[in-house]
């Protein structure tokens, strides 16, 4: 494949990659490489690499001869926070050694810029909290770790994590409380931190659609 051949099926994975993550392509719909293509403005040739791309990534599914998003179960989302754990948690520990101060107060600024559930739209939760575990996944200058983290953090929101609106205020709150970890140059801390922010999140998800604590 040459590079300009490369680059248009890149850019059809970011794209498609967008619209599974806006929500645009949602769960269980499904995947036509034709339609794709005229969305995207491309021709069939890299839309079909990157419908591969994103098959061998388990975003997309063949069932038979039909493509679809694939869906994320209960415990698939649970899986994933599991790896989001370990990994966030080192990220956030590396991040406290190497994150700049005024990086670390923009992301500040805005979490606390975030009012109450009542008054904030979802995409605008997301965007943000996006930008501070993304932000510490880039902090922490290691590039595989972040992909991962990106790829699990996309999971995590094809499962839609709207869902729990009363985690709003404890996550604003777990949120300010790694930044200022990080700000401390306290590593261990936001490790710690991070943990218990990702377990805290998991078990708000399975008390909202089971009625039960975590075992």
Do not use: Y
Not at 139 to 162: K, P, V, W, Y
Not at 172 to 198: C, F
Request: glycine share 6%.
């Amino acid at each position: 494949m040459t590079e300009p051949e490369q680059t248009l099926t890149q850019g059809a994975v970011d794209a498609i990659m967008e619209m599974i993550r806006s929500g645009q392509l949602a769960q269980g719909e499904i995947v036509s490489e034709r339609t794709l293509a005229d969305q995207l403005g491309l021709s069939r040739t890299p839309v079909r690499e990157a419908i591969g791309r994103l098959e061998g990534r388990n975003f997309v599914r063949r069932v038979g001869r039909t493509l679809m998003v694939t869906g994320v179960a209960l415990k698939d989302l649970l899986d994933v926070l599991g790896v989001r754990r370990v990994l966030e948690a080192e990220a956030a520990r590396i991040a406290a050694l190497r994150m700049k101060p005024d990086e670390v107060a923009a992301l500040r600024d805005r979490v606390l810029g975030l009012t109450d559930a009542l008054h904030t739209e979802a995409s605008q939760h997301w965007d943000i909290d996006e930008e501070l575990h993304m932000g510490l996944a880039r902090a922490s200058g290691n590039r595989m770790m972040e992909r991962m983290i990106h790829d699990c953090r996309l999971r995590t929101r094809m499962f839609g994590m709207e869902r729990i609106p009363e985690r709003f205020a404890a996550g604003k709150i777990e949120h300010l409380a790694i930044l200022d970890a990080v700000a401390a140059r306290d590593s261990a801390t936001a490790a710690t931190l991070m943990s218990d922010h990702i377990d805290n999140a998991r078990a708000a998800i399975v008390r909202s659609l089971t009625g039960e604590d975590l075992p």
